[in-house]
């Protein structure tokens, strides 16, 4: 005896046939749902920046950042600004700050000009590495109980300049 198919099972034998037979054109499958109404996704213009800009990640390359501190600490005398950013939290009332830079000045010298300026905004010095860490030299820089304002310097020498990394948060 013969059994007669149902509708469901009907319609979905020609669901499968049906689809197993759309291509795009090219012998691959044709696309589907939102992809085919809306066609490829637009590839970026050669002009377009797929990063953010400046202004709104406060951050600046080859400057100061808008609202980094400069009265705080300010590159040293010949020093070239590589990076610097400024993050203000107002929920905290404390920055985030970056400064990167290169200088052909000795180690030594390099990181005496940034402590100078840290200790004057009275900061105090806690922790000195002059180059355990493969580093020329790094320091830790701590103001009132340290839980909030702290900066971490590093030096790195190569080739005759040293690149200077200065980060940490800042009440300004």
Request: proline fraction near 9%; charge should be negative; hydrophobic fraction near 40%.
């Given at each position: 005896?013969?059994?007669?198919?149902?509708?469901?099972?009907?319609?979905?034998?020609?669901?499968?046939?049906?689809?197993?037979?759309?291509?795009?054109?090219?012998?691959?499958?044709?696309?589907?749902?939102?992809?085919?109404?809306?066609?490829?996704?637009?590839?970026?213009?050669?002009?377009?920046?797929?990063?953010?800009?400046?202004?709104?990640?406060?951050?600046?390359?080859?400057?100061?950042?808008?609202?980094?501190?400069?009265?705080?600490?300010?590159?040293?005398?010949?020093?070239?600004?590589?990076?610097?950013?400024?993050?203000?939290?107002?929920?905290?009332?404390?920055?985030?700050?970056?400064?990167?830079?290169?200088?052909?000045?000795?180690?030594?010298?390099?990181?005496?000009?940034?402590r100078d300026q840290l200790v004057?905004?009275?900061?105090?010095?806690?922790?000195?590495?002059?180059?355990?860490?493969?580093?020329?030299?790094?320091?830790?820089?701590?103001?009132?109980?340290?839980?909030?304002?702290?900066?971490?310097?590093?030096?790195?020498?190569?080739?005759?300049?040293?690149?200077?990394?200065?980060?940490?948060?800042?009440?300004?």
């Amino acid at each position: 005896m013969l059994r007669r198919p149902t509708a469901a099972a009907l319609l979905l034998a020609l669901v499968a046939v049906g689809a197993a037979g759309c291509t795009d054109g090219d012998g691959g499958p044709a696309p589907t749902g939102s992809a085919a109404a809306t066609g490829p996704a637009a590839a970026p213009s050669p002009t377009e920046s797929l990063l953010p800009s400046p202004t709104t990640t406060g951050s600046s390359v080859g400057d100061l950042a808008p609202g980094f501190p400069s009265d705080l600490v300010s590159p040293p005398e010949g020093s070239d600004i590589l990076v610097s950013s400024a993050e203000p939290d107002a929920a905290t009332g404390l920055t985030t700050i970056s400064l990167n830079l290169r200088s052909p000045l000795a180690t030594d010298q390099l990181v005496q000009a940034v402590r100078d300026q840290l200790v004057a905004a009275g900061f105090a010095e806690t922790v000195v590495d002059p180059g355990a860490t493969g580093l020329a030299a790094s320091s830790t820089f701590v103001r009132g109980d340290g839980a909030a304002e702290l900066l971490t310097l590093g030096v790195l020498d190569r080739d005759g300049l040293r690149t200077l990394t200065l980060g940490g948060t800042v009440r300004l």
